[in-house]
Structure formats: structure tokens, C-alpha cells
């Protein structure tokens, strides 16, 4: 195929790294081998869960969405506490000596 114009082959700007092999233009090659670089596959952003794993992971997403609230919790009553015994001024915490 003819290179893109504009961009030269990486065998002519640096002879060295093209170990005497053609390789196809979708595939680098491994500069210390020479052997095309598939071990790592292209992504798009996302890590894609193929197979069977998928139907778990899509399950354990809906049981937790399910199981999601969004009413107002008290994760701390020490903090509760303290917070309701400390002054506030418009709803907002105040140093005692301020008034």
C-alpha cells in the first residue's frame, strides 16, 4: 500500500528498526524483536469484559442499583453529635467567640 503523503515509512527514516522485515502498515513492530506488537489490543477509553464474565458484572451492576438509597443516613452519631452541639449562624458552623 502507499504511505499517506506526508509521512515517510518507518523503514526509510531509521533503517535499523525495520530488522529487514515488511511488515503490513496496521502492525508496529517491537524494536527489539521485530516481531509485530499484538499482545496489547487497541481500546477506546473503556475496559471491555467479553464472555461470560460480562452476565456477572451486568448482574452485580443491576443488585446494586437496586439496592441503592438516597435518603439521608447517618454514617458517624459521633460526628452527629458534635455536630449538633456546636453553634451555627445561618445554618453554618460559627466560632464562639464570633456573633
Known amino acids: 500500500t502507499m504511505p499517506t503523503p506526508?509521512?515517510?515509512?518507518?523503514?526509510?527514516l531509521c533503517p535499523s528498526m525495520s530488522n529487514g522485515s515488511m511488515m503490513d502498515d496496521g502492525q508496529q513492530a517491537n524494536p527489539g524483536t521485530g516481531m509485530p506488537m499484538q499482545a496489547f489490543p487497541k481500546r477506546s477509553g473503556f475496559d471491555v469484559v467479553a464472555g461470560p464474565d460480562r452476565?456477572?458484572?451486568?448482574?452485580?451492576?443491576?443488585?446494586?442499583?437496586?439496592?441503592?438509597?438516597?435518603?439521608?443516613?447517618?454514617?458517624?452519631?459521633?460526628?452527629?453529635?458534635r455536630a449538633d452541639s456546636r453553634l451555627r449562624i445561618k445554618g453554618r458552623f460559627a466560632k464562639a467567640n464570633q456573633s
Open 6 to 12: 506526508g509521512y515517510e515509512q518507518m523503514s526509510e
Open 55 to 81: 452476565d456477572i458484572v451486568i448482574s452485580r451492576y443491576k443488585e446494586k442499583r437496586r439496592t441503592r438509597r438516597f435518603d439521608k443516613q447517618v454514617r458517624y452519631e459521633s460526628r452527629k453529635a
